[in-house]
């Protein structure tokens, strides 16, 4: 994850972007709680022993969902008027993703069309949303065409697909995914009628990331209450000790970096670094836990068994390989060196993956416990890098 920032730091105005203090109101709020029952569908698909199949599906059925939240995230920071024309269009948008739930553990197969249909009706929220900003006064009018082909032809294009049989469906989804990711990358940040407030954007992303390690509590949590044996307790407190030091790595040097970077950047920066971090390489930090909520689940429910079946080792260690690899991936956007990167990304990521390739032999409380060790040693590493930035810093004594 990114380089931790000193005390001193948090909150600077390096001279770049500001941070102006907004946080995320009541709206946004109960808007995400629909995203805790889409988590706990997806994260359920992977239960067991998935295969490659069930992997993907899970990648294809949890990204557009994610590329619609960080959509919307984008609008309530740029039009954060609280009318009651938003909060319908967000209500709005919170049923149509709570139609993409129930849908999801049948997408890929009957309820294609019902996820697609949730999908599109995001759309035409994001048309509702964008279009007053037509009318806005040069400079900070957004030509017309940008909604309209973003919003409006992309959610016309999807309600067309629930008509399309699979496998043509999901091959027009990625088709359609591509194209609104091509538009967002060639406009670069440009036309937007506002500022962005990067302080809202680190703290709405942070929420999103408490959404899925709270999926992970609660698939421990629950999987217990199913299978109440001490080697399921031991299973479930091992898991909980992992889940805390990706907590506690992630809010003490993951978010307040973002902050930093933020701060210390111009507006057009600002909004580069908001796109790629944020909306891209989040989404793999937030599949990796998920994908670890699965795996976990699983681990408690089988924590009686000799090991885990293979595709819930992949699961578990892999996803905690994933994150750490989207930590890594986030660091080297911000500009730090590979060698420096590769010092805590290499075993983050090599660590799992070997304990994968020997998960035949582990029993499940034995490779619960191996990962929550590589978690809290990744932690303590980050606290002792720390420490030793801010010695560094500090005046010499007289």
């Known amino acids: 994850m990114g380089t ?6 948090a909150g600077a105005d390096a001279g770049g972007h500001a941070q102006e203090g907004r946080h995320a109101d009541w709206l946004e709020l109960f808007f995400d709680l629909v995203f805790v029952a889409l988590a706990a569908q997806l994260s359920h698909g992977l239960h067991g022993d998935p295969d490659l199949r069930d992997f993907a599906v899970f990648t294809g059925l949890y990204f557009p969902p994610w590329w619609l939240w960080i959509n919307l995230l984008v609008s309530a920071n740029l039009f954060p008027d609280d009318s009651p024309r938003r909060r319908l269009l ?27 249909l949730g999908y599109a009706g995001t759309r035409l929220v994001l048309l509702g949303l964008w279009w007053p900003a037509t009318k806005y006064p040069v400079p900070r009018r957004v030509p017309p065409w940008r909604p309209l082909s973003y919003c409006l032809a992309s959610g016309l294009l999807w309600a067309a697909s629930a008509a399309v049989p699979a496998p043509w469906q ?40 408490i959404i899925v390690l709270g999926e992970s509590v609660i698939a421990l949590v629950t999987s217990a209450d199913h299978t109440w044996t001490l080697r399921a307790g031991a299973v479930g407190v091992l898991g909980f000790v992992l889940l805390s030091a990706l907590w506690w790595s992630y809010f ?12 210390r950047a111009d507006d057009r920066q600002a909004y580069l670094l908001a796109r790629d971090v ?10 990796g836990v998920l994908c670890m909520a699965a795996g976990l ?11 885990l079946p293979t595709g819930a080792a992949w699961v578990l260690a892999g996803g905690l390989a994933l994150y750490h690899a989207a ?23 090599g660590i799992p993956l070997l304990i994968v390739r020997a998960a035949g032999h582990l029993a499940p409380w034995l490779l619960v416990m191996l990962l929550a060790a590589e978690a809290v040693a990744h932690l303590l590493y980050a606290r002792m890098m720390l420490g030793r930035r801010l010695g560094a810093a500090a005046p010499p004594r007289p």
């Open 327 to 349: 930590h890594a991936g986030i660091a080297l956007r911000y500009g730090r060196s590979p060698a420096s990167v590769a010092v805590w990304a290499v075993p983050g990521v």
């Open 278 to 287: 944020g909306g891209f390489l989040h989404f793999f930090v937030t599949a």
């Open 4 to 9: 931790p920032r000193s005390g001193e730091d």
């Open 170 to 209: 999901y091959a027009m989804w990625a088709v359609l995914i591509a194209a609104e990711m091509a538009l967002l990358l060639t406009a670069r940040g440009r036309g937007l009628p506002g500022r962005l407030d990067t302080g809202h954007i680190v703290e709405r992303v942070g929420l999103f990331v």
């Open 252 to 263: 003490d040097f993951g978010s307040t970096s973002a902050e930093l970077m933020l701060a």
């Open 90 to 116: 967000m209500l709005s948008a919170m049923l149509c993703i709570a139609v993409m739930a129930c849908a999801v553990p049948e997408a890929a197969t009957d309820r294609g069309s019902v996820y697609a």
């Open 297 to 307: 689940a699983t681990a408690v429910e089988g924590a009686d068994h000799a090991h």
